[in-house]
Structure formats: C-alpha cells, structure tokens
C-alpha cells in the first residue's frame, strides 16, 4: 500500500470528529483492509437496558468500512450495510472491528467485517458494500 495513502488515512482519523468522540483508533491499515479499536464505556454507550448501544458498535463497524474503502485512493462511501449483532461487550472492554475487502469492481467493493473484544469474541458481523466515486480523496 502507497504510504502516503497510509498515512493521509490515518490522519484523517485522528481528526474525525465522531471518532474522536467514541476514543476510535485506527491500528491497522493495508490495501483493502482495516482495524479499529475503541474501549466499551457504558457511561458514554449503554442503552436503556444498560447493555452496549448498537449504534456504538455500528460506529466501529462503519469506521473500519470506512478507511478500508479508502484504501483504493478514491472517495469510496456505503451502499449497503447489514450487521448482525452476536452479544454484547463486557464493561471495559476494547472493541475491535476488522474490515476486509472481499471482492471489487472499478465502481464497487464488498467487505466483510467483524466486531470482537479483547479475547476475540464475536461480538457483531457485517456485510458492506461500497461505491468508488472516483474522485480523489479530500485530504490527501
């Protein structure tokens, strides 16, 4: 992977707003790939039943789409997103989503990704499909 395109990416995380809000990290990126991290904080993520909000793990979830999509050099946004939720985090414990590319075309690309915790429970699975515009990536 072109390391410019690495590192534009990784900068362009660390100044998300939203993924500064929930404590995202990204920790990997390759071509057609991505990890990203958060620590569950039920304070800031639970929901009414005091379990982790799905919104929360579809944040991570969609952070990892995200800057995987990002990763062929154009702006790349989501068609499709389906997300099947397995189980719910523990207190304190560090979420991961992992995005892989699974297969593309020169408009689209389809990814599939995973949301564990520390001991690689399942937590979350998802299908994405996202539309390569094209135009080049704003902040590179």
């Known amino acids: ?3 410019q395109l690495k590192e534009a990416i990784g900068l362009a995380v660390t100044r998300e ?3 500064q809000l929930l404590g995202i990290e990204l920790v990997e990126l390759d071509m057609g790939y991505s990890a990203v991290e958060m620590d569950y904080d039920p304070d800031r993520m639970n929901n009414i039943f005091a379990r982790a909000h799905g919104g929360a793990i579809f944040a991570l979830i969609d952070e990892a789409f995200e800057t995987a999509g990002q990763t062929c050099g154009s702006v790349t946004v989501g068609l499709n997103v389906n997300v099947n939720y397995v189980a719910s985090p523990e207190i ?3 979420l991961r989503a992992e995005a892989r590319e699974v297969s593309s075309t020169k408009r ?3 990814y599939d990704i995973r949301v564990t915790d520390q001991e690689g429970r399942l937590l979350a699975s998802c299908q994405a499909l996202g539309f390569r515009t094209g135009k080049p990536l704003p902040f590179l």
């Open 17 to 19: 707003s939203y993924a």
């Open 108 to 110: 689209t690309a389809s």
């Open 1 to 3: 992977m072109d390391q």
């Open 92 to 94: 304190g414990a560090r």
